[in-house]
């Protein structure tokens, strides 16, 4: 069963000061995991934050979407100030 430590972590697109790590689950439910400046985080920096490290960030902000939808139907559904315990809790939730 897939958790938080599955998640594997890269600069996200918008640049330095933010992380996004991905993860799709076996029945097409994607996460987002971001953290870093203007994301529902908090790190070594504060809330809200740049950050360039996961191990330097406390909670993530979590982005679900399921990818088995049409386009005109998906819609993220995002929740802040994730603690890694609760975001691998989210994956047990949506894995099924």
Known sequence: ??????????????????I???LTLD???????VAGAGAYCTSKGGVREAVDKVEDVSTFEVGIIDENLDKENQ???VQGWMSREEISKLIQEHAN
């Open 1 to 18: 069963m897939k958790t938080f430590k599955d998640i594997t972590f890269k600069q996200h697109q918008l640049g330095k000061g933010s």
């Open 20 to 22: 996004q790590g991905l």
């Open 27 to 33: 029945n097409g439910i994607e996460l987002s995991v």
């Open 75 to 77: 819609e993220w559904d």
